[in-house]
T-cell receptor, first 111, second 112 residues
Framework: DAGITQSPRHKVTETGTPVTLRCHQTENHRYMYWYRQDPGHGLRLIHYSYGVKDTDKGEVSDGYSVSRSKTEDFLLTLESATSSQTSVYFC??????????FGSGTRLTVV | QQQVKQSPQSLIVQKGGISIINCAYENTAFDYFPWYQQFPGKGPALLIAIRPDVSEKKEGRFTISFNKSAKQFSLHIMDSQPGDSATYFCAPRMDSSYKLIFGSGTRLLVRP
C-alpha cells in the first residue's frame, strides 16, 4: 500500500526467541497502530502511538512492546515469542480526520 | 467485553442481489463509523464511513445506514458483484484516541 510498508512479510521463528516487526511510513502521519488478525476475532489492537516516543497499550498488549523513535518508524517486539502469537500482524497509520491506511501485513509463525 | 457485534459471520448472495451487513455497538464514545473491505492477502481498506450527525450515506453501490438511538449501523451493497467478494469489517472509532474497534468480520461471497 502506498506510503506504508511492513517488514518482513513472512517470518517463522522458534518459541522463546525475540522478534521485531517494522512498520515504515512516508506520509508523516501522527498516529500509528499495530493490530493482529486471527480467525473469528477480526483485528485486535496491540499498541498504538500518537507521536514520537508516545505510545499506549491496546486490548491485547501482553507479551508485546513497541517503540517509536522517529515519526516514520513504529516497531513491534515480541519479547519471547509463543505459539499463541502466531498471527497476521497489520500496521496502520492515520491522521485525525481520516480513515486508517493499512500495510500489507506480516505473517508470523511461531513453532 | 465485546464492544462491537457484527453479523452475519458469512453471507452468500447472487450477482445483482443486495448484501446487508449489520453492526451493533455499546460505547457511546464512538464518533466515526467506517466499514473496511479486505481481500485475501491484503490489509483492510476503507470502503465508506459515516459521522453520527447523519442517518445515511451513499457512495455508488454502497450505503451506510446509521441508527444512533439503537446504536446500530449497517452496510448495504446494491447490485452485488463477484468482485465484491471479500471480508467486511465495521470499525467504529473512539473519539478520544482515534482507535478503531473492529467487529469480527463478515465473509461475503457473491455468486456469478
Amino acid at each position: 500500500d502506498a506510503g506504508i510498508t511492513q517488514s518482513p512479510r513472512h517470518k517463522v521463528t522458534e518459541t522463546g526467541t525475540p522478534v521485531t516487526l517494522r512498520c515504515h511510513q512516508t506520509e508523516n502521519h501522527r498516529y500509528m497502530y499495530w493490530y493482529r488478525q486471527d480467525p473469528g476475532h477480526g483485528l485486535r489492537l496491540i499498541h498504538y502511538s500518537y507521536g514520537v516516543k508516545d505510545t499506549d497499550k491496546g486490548e491485547v498488549s501482553d507479551g508485546y512492546s513497541v517503540s517509536r523513535s522517529k515519526t516514520e518508524d513504529f516497531l513491534l517486539t515480541l519479547e519471547s515469542a509463543t505459539s499463541s502469537q502466531t498471527s497476521v500482524y497489520f500496521c496502520a497509520i492515520s491522521e485525525q480526520s481520516y480513515g486508517y491506511t493499512f500495510g500489507s501485513g506480516t505473517r508470523l509463525t511461531v513453532v | 467485553q465485546q464492544q462491537v457485534k457484527q453479523s452475519p459471520q458469512s453471507l452468500i448472495v447472487q450477482k445483482g442481489g443486495i448484501s446487508i451487513i449489520n453492526c451493533a455497538y455499546e460505547n457511546t464514545a464512538f464518533d466515526y463509523f467506517p466499514w473496511y473491505q479486505q481481500f485475501p492477502g491484503k490489509g483492510p481498506a476503507l470502503l465508506i464511513a459515516i459521522r453520527p450527525d447523519v442517518s445515511e450515506k451513499k457512495e455508488g453501490r454502497f450505503t451506510i445506514s446509521f441508527n444512533k438511538s439503537a446504536k446500530q449501523f449497517s452496510l448495504h451493497i446494491m447490485d452485488s458483484q463477484p468482485g465484491d467478494s471479500a471480508t467486511y469489517f465495521c470499525a467504529p472509532r473512539m473519539d478520544s484516541s482515534y482507535k478503531l474497534i473492529f467487529g469480527s468480520g463478515t465473509r461475503l461471497l457473491v455468486r456469478p
